[in-house]
């Protein structure tokens, strides 16, 4: 009989598979697996009432940098070993896990020569690794190790190797891949109006001589479009509320009661002057500075100034933007759902849906394109209220987009397709690629 549950067992053969296909010198595989067992079983512990989160690498620490680079960032990481190393035992974990950080440090990680495995130390500086993770920045970091795990709840586990997640395990789960629902398939589609109008407004602003060639650079644009709501999402996540979005065309007090009503259309504007610095700021660079000619083109003062104003207001973008996030993010926590236009313009939060139509049937679907092949029926009543009612209402009213965030940070989207409610689980909404295939 085929076992059905998952354990930190067959996180570890996804490892080692995913190491050996790279021809990474490592130890033993029973190695990899006691290092996923330990992680696992630390992840339900408590310590002072808390849950036991961390970071890991897995670094030699004989050889902790052995290809540094000629000029390093000063916020380039750097390994800090401990006088002593400490055995890696779920005991000592729960103690000294409140030492690192998801997005600040890690946990050294490295066998001895009997392969019994030890904490040597702690890597520092990897805050920009989890502002890449999480959207918050453009530009790919170097990461240290032969690979990388995190424990981000109970019983959850996930491995990466530079910036593929090899897999993750979910209490009972191995998950090998996530749903990209914002490259192609119907959520891209339902999203893709409110993109196109924010792509125009961004190139009304914009010089014909200046924007480029008809078409490029959109998708550049567009995704960081995608980015933002992304990140609003991965916020509610950590805010660990629940919460839910639900973005429709129209509003109706016959299906919404909208209790508290506001026109918070902050997002769009601040993303459109974002872009437009954007691209001004880079041909400037491009056409004044000369990049890529054997020699850079002089600035006037007045050229330089108006670099220098749009560099000051690229970070006063980045700082409004991050704000606007924060705010729509908290309006979640309020009972009820918050409420978009197309557009990301915010109508208003604590919304109450007032249909009471079930659907009739709701499928689960295990592609991003909602294959009529790869979808599954699930029960309605199987779920809890807030995502039954964004059920009846996505049913009632097709074109609409409802985001269901559990307390557990579990996120659902779903939508009408065609006659049929379908739900996608195991999004994907940080920077990450995926060791296996793309689905």
Known sequence: MPIKNKTPRHLAEFVCTELRKRKAVVPDDQVIIELMETMYYSSL??????PVLFHMVFLDPSQPDPKPPRNPARDRWSYIP????????????????????????????????????YIWGLVDQQNRFHKFLNRSAEVEVERPGVFQASVEGIGIIAVYMRYEKVAELRVNEVIRHSL???????????????????????????????????????ELHAQQWISVLCRILLRIQKIKNGGAILITPQITPDDLNVKYGINYDRLPTSLQSNAVSKIKSDYLERHLLGHGDARPKELSADQFQQLRRLEKELRANKNEIDGVIWFIALLTRVDGLVVMDPNLVVRGYGVEIKNWQEPDQVFIATDRLGSEAKLRPVSYNHFGTRH??????????????????SQDGEVRVMTMLGERLVMWENIKLKYYSYASKKK
Request: aromatic fraction near 10%; hydrophobic fraction near 35%.
């Open 45 to 50: 512990r408590t310590e002072e009432s808390e």
């Open 180 to 218: 990209d629902l914002f490259r192609e398939g119907p959520v891209r589609e339902l999203l893709a109006p409110g993109m196109d109008r924010f792509l125009q407004g961004v190139r009304s602003h914009i010089p014909d001589d200046i924007y480029q060639a008809q078409g490029a650079g959109d």
């Open 82 to 117: 401990f006088a002593d190393p400490i055995p890696f035992t779920v005991s000592n974990v729960v103690k000294i896990a409140k030492s690192t950080d998801l997005r600040t440090s890690s946990f050294v990680i490295w066998p001895d020569q009997l392969d019994q495995l």
């Open 388 to 405: 039954r009612s964004m059920m009846r209402y996505c049913c009632q009213n097709p074109g609409s987009l409802g985001f269901v965030i």
